[in-house]
C-alpha cells in the first residue's frame, strides 16, 4: 500500500531532477543561515553555486556527530526560533545530547513520510495503531504518532514500559498495528504467554520495528510469536527522526530511503570516497527538504549497501539493506544509545573508581541485559561486604539516571579485563542479531 | 604507658582479599600464601552471589600482601580485636552481652584457629575499635595483644 503514489513511484530522471533542485535550494539556505556550514563549505572551497549536478554532492565537506555537538544546543539551526514548533534530541558521547529542531513544515513533511512509513508496513486508515515506542525527547514515539494520524488511523500514545498493562490495552483496544523496537515486541509476546494472552487471539496484522539493529532470524521470530507481518524501519534524529526509510510489506527486502527528501550516499568509512551500488559501507544523508537542522552530507556511522533493483511493490525509491554495525563503539541498548566513553564518565564520578571496566551485551530472553564489569582497587576495596554492596548499587543507580536504562554491576578482580596491546576490549556483544 | 598507646598495642592486623566469586581464587589465594612460606593463623570468607572478600590474620602481614598484590589481588588492611572466650556454654554470649549493654556495635566476627590456654579466640571487627576495647576491658575481658596473636 502506498501514501504517496506519485512521490514513491517517480521515474528515476524526475526523481534526480527534484533531488538535484532541492539540494541547491539547501545548500544556498545553508550558507546563508548557519556559520557553520557557510565555513566549512569556504574551507572546502566549494559554494552552492558549484553545485550543478547530483555527482558534485561528493565535493561538499561531511558533517559528524561531533560538529552537531560542537554546536550544541541550537547552532546548526538554519531557523530564527521563532520557527521551531518542536525539538527532539538523543545521546551523545559526552553527554551532552544532540539537540534538533523542525519547523511547522519539518513536522508536516515528517508526518508524511512516517505516514507513508506505516502505510509501507501495511496500515491505513481505520487501523488501530498501538505505538509502544518511547514518547519523549527521543524522535521514536512522537515520530510515529504524528505519521498515524497523518494516515488516518487511531492511534494509541501507549508509549514504553508497563507490559501487563500494555497487553491489556491491546487486547482490549483491537489493536491491529503495532510499533516499536523489535526486542520490545519479543518481550511483549513473552509477558503476553505469562498473562495466558495468546496473539493468534488478537487482532493484529503488521508491525513495524526499528530503532535497533535486528535480524532476519527475529523477524521470523516476530512474525511467528505475534502472528503478524513484520517489517524493518530506519531513522535517525540528526536526519529526521523514525521513517527516512522503511521496509514494503511486500518484498520485506530491504528498506525503501524517502529520496525525495534525502539524498542517500554510501561512502568508504576511512577515505571518504563515494562507493558503487551494493558495496557494503557508511551510509551518508543529505536533507533536501528540512528548514529547522537540515544535515548536508551526515555521517550516520551506520553500515549498509544500497540496492537500486526495481521492486515488486512498484516503488522506484532505492532500497538500503538491514544496517549490519556501526562504525563506532556505540551500542543500542533497548533503542537507547550507549557509548563506552558515556559509562566511563559515569563511572569516574565515582570517587576511587578506577576506568578498568568492561561492557556486556546479552539478549536474555528477548530482552538486552546490559551487564558492566568493574576492576576492584584498592581504593574503593573494603573488608565489609555491605560497603561493596553499595558501591554496585551506586553504579547501577547512576547508570539508571544518566541513560534511563538498568544495568548489572559486577564486581571483579584487577586485571580481569583483557587487554590487548595496553587496550582494554571495552565491549562484548554476546547478542546474535 | 597512655591509655592510647594501650588500645594501639590490643590492635590485631587483618589483611583482606578481594576474590570474585569462581572456581580456583581461594586455592590461588593459598597457594601465594603457602609459597611465600606464610603461616595463616585464622580466616573468615564473606561472599555474595559474584564475589567474596577473604579476611585473613597471618604469621607475616607485609609479606603475605606484597606477594598477594604481586600476583594482581586487591589487598585491604583493616586493624580487628582478638579476644579470649571461655570455651564453655555462655563464653561468647557473655562478651556478647557487654558490647550490647554498652551499644558497640559489631560489623562481624569469626573464630581463631589457636586456643589460648583453655581459652578459645574470637576475632572482632568493630566499627569502633577504641571505644569497644576500653568496653572490653574494663569488663575484664582479656584482650590479646597483636604479636602475642601472630605468634600463637
Known sequence: ?433 | MTAKGETIQMRVEQISVFLENKAGRLSEVTRILAEAQINIRALSLADTSDFGILRLIVSDNDKAKDALRKHGFTVGKTDVVAVEVGDRPGGLHAILEVLRKANVNVEYMYAFVQQSGNNAVIIFRFDHLDEAVKVLTESGIKVIEGKTLYGM
Open chain 1, 1 to 433: 500500500m502506498m501514501f504517496n503514489i506519485e512521490f514513491e513511484t517517480l521515474p528515476r530522471e524526475a526523481l534526480e531532477a527534484i533531488q538535484l533542485r532541492r539540494l541547491q535550494a539547501t545548500l544556498e539556505r545553508v550558507y546563508a543561515t548557519v556559520p557553520f556550514y557557510r565555513q566549512k563549505f569556504q574551507e572546502a572551497k566549494v559554494a552552492p553555486s558549484d553545485i550543478k549536478s547530483l555527482e558534485d554532492l561528493r565535493r561538499l565537506p561531511f558533517t559528524y556527530k561531533k560538529d552537531l555537538r560542537d554546536n550544541y544546543p541550537f547552532g546548526m539551526f538554519a531557523v530564527p526560533m521563532e520557527s521551531v514548533v518542536r525539538i527532539h534530541a538523543s545521546s551523545g558521547t559526552t553527554g551532552k545530547p544532540t539537540v534538533v529542531g523542525y519547523t511547522a513544515r519539518d513536522i508536516a513533511m515528517w508526518s508524511e513520510l512516517m505516514a507513508r512509513a506505516l502505510a509501507a508496513g501495511g496500515a491505513s486508515r481505520g487501523d488501530i495503531i498501538h505505538n509502544a515506542y518511547g514518547y519523549g525527547l527521543f524522535t521514536g514515539g512522537l515520530g510515529v504518532h504524528y505519521g498515524a494520524e497523518r494516515l488516518g488511523a487511531s492511534v494509541i500514545p501507549i508509549s514504553g514500559g508497563n507490559t501487563k498493562r500494555q497487553i491489556l490495552i491491546m487486547k482490549d483496544f483491537g489493536a491491529t498495528v503495532i510499533t516499536c523496537t523489535p526486542s520490545y515486541a519479543l518481550h511483549l509476546a513473552e509477558v503476553a504467554r505469562e498473562v495466558g494472552v495468546d496473539f493468534k487471539d488478537l487482532k493484529f496484522k503488521a508491525g513495524i520495528f526499528g530503532a535497533e539493529p535486528w535480524s532476519e532470524e527475529m523477524r521470523q521470530e516476530i512474525e511467528r510469536k505475534l502472528h503478524l507481518n513484520a517489517v524493518d524501519i530506519y531513522g535517525l534524529s540528526e536526519v529526521m527522526g523514525p521513517g527516512v526509510a522503511v521496509e514494503c510489506a511486500e518484498a520485506k527486502k530491504g528498506l525503501h530511503v524517502a529520496e525525495d527528501h534525502f539524498i542517500v550516499e554510501v561512502i568508504h568509512p576511512e577515505t571518504g570516497e563515494p562507493l558503487p551500488y551494493g558495496e557494503q559501507g557508511e551510509i551518508v544523508f543529505t536533507s533536501i527538504t528540512k528548514e529547522a537542522f537540515p544535515v548536508i552530507r551526515y555521517r550516520t556511522r551506520d553500515i549498509s549497501s544500497l540496492n537500486p533493483e526495481p521492486c515488486i511493490c512498484g516503488r522506484t525509491l532505492v532500497r538500503m539493506n538491514r544496517v549490519t554495525g556501526r562504525t563506532d563503539d556505540m551500542l543500542i541498548i533497548r533503542g537507547v544509545n550507549v557509548f563506552p566513553s558515556q559509562i566511563e564518565s559515569v563511572l569516574m564520578e565515582i570517587e576511587g573508581v578506577e576506568p578498568h571496566y568492561q561492557l556486556v551485551v546479552d539478549r536474555e530472553g528477548n530482552l538486552d541485559i546490559l551487564t558492566i564489569l568493574v576492576e576492584v582497587g584498592e581504593h574503593v576495596f573494603s573488608d565489609e561486604v555491605r560497603k561493596l554492596q553499595v558501591l554496585e548499587k551506586r553504579i547501577s543507580k547512576n547508570i539508571k539516571e544518566y541513560f534511563g536504562v538498568s544495568a548489572n554491576v559486577k564486581l571483579v578482580e584487577p586485571k580481569t579485563i583483557a587487554r590487548s596491546e595496553g587496550k582494554a576490549q571495552r565491549v562484548i556483544d554476546n547478542r546474535k542479531i
